[in-house]
């Protein structure tokens, strides 16, 4: 299976600040990345797909780059609404896997 | 609107068995592939098994392979999951997700509100 590494595993940040969170593949893959958002006691929520493409509904603070083992999701001026973890997700393989995730903290 | 509503959580012992079910509207079901995501409590998210559209394609992660079988039934747009030779470390909350397409799971764009599973004696 392919490894996602995330980092760091948390954050503290105030509203308005800008958070970058990185994503490592264990192989190469392409632009086959996911970024998922959960919120304790909620349906998770995707955001971007493709590397760089955002859900619709989705606001224009979320953007992503990267491709083939590096990527990163940047969340420019965080809002109170921001607080969650953050999955990246691979789906080059049949066999889906997550990064360990990221909390965003205040 | 996209609706996911899982149900069949349980506490259930180890070595037993169960089946999830997933009632999917809002959204023509046969056109998507379905997968199975799990958390189990205080981990991260982990992808289970997926379906194609029609059904005729499945992927499991080795975790659960020869253990747990996806299964979906189109007239009735539901998606299931059945769980056998229950572990502990099968304990977590299971989501029923859609995908954006319909060959494989790839891009889990809408999720469900999960069940609890719970493998305890």
């Known amino acids: 299976d392919i490894q996602m590494t995330q980092s760091p595993s948390s954050l503290s940040a105030s509203i308005g600040d800008s958070v970058t969170i990185t994503c490592r593949a264990s192989?190469?893959?392409?632009?086959?990345l996911n970024w998922h958002q959960h919120k304790p006691g909620k349906a998770p929520k995707l955001l971007i797909y493709?590397?760089?493409t955002l859900q619709s509904g989705v606001p224009s603070r979320f953007s992503c780059s990267g491709s083939g083992t590096d990527f990163t999701l940047t969340i420019s001026s965080l809002q109170p609404e921001d607080f969650a973890t953050y999955y990246c997700?691979?789906?080059?393989?049949?066999?889906?896997?997550f990064g360990g995730g990221t909390k965003v903290e205040i | 609107e996209v609706q996911l509503l899982e149900s069949g959580g349980d506490l259930v012992q180890p070595g037993g068995s169960l089946r999830l079910s997933c009632a999917a509207s809002g959204f023509t079901f046969n056109n998507y592939a379905m997968s199975w995501v799990r958390q189990a409590p205080g981990k991260g998210l982990e992808w289970v098994s997926g379906i194609s559209g029609g059904g005729g394609s499945s992927y499991y992660t080795d975790a659960v392979k020869g253990r747990f079988t996806i299964s979906r039934d189109n007239s009735k747009n539901t998606l299931y999951l059945q769980l056998t030779t229950l572990r502990a470390e099968d304990t977590a909350i299971y989501y029923c997700v859609k995908d954006r397409a319909v060959g494989r799971a790839a891009i889990l764009d809408y999720w469900g509100q999960g069940t609890l599973v719970t493998v305890s004696s």
């Open positions: 493709s590397a760089s």
């Open positions: 192989q190469s893959i392409g632009r086959y």
């Open positions: 997700q691979q789906s080059y393989s049949t066999s889906l896997t």
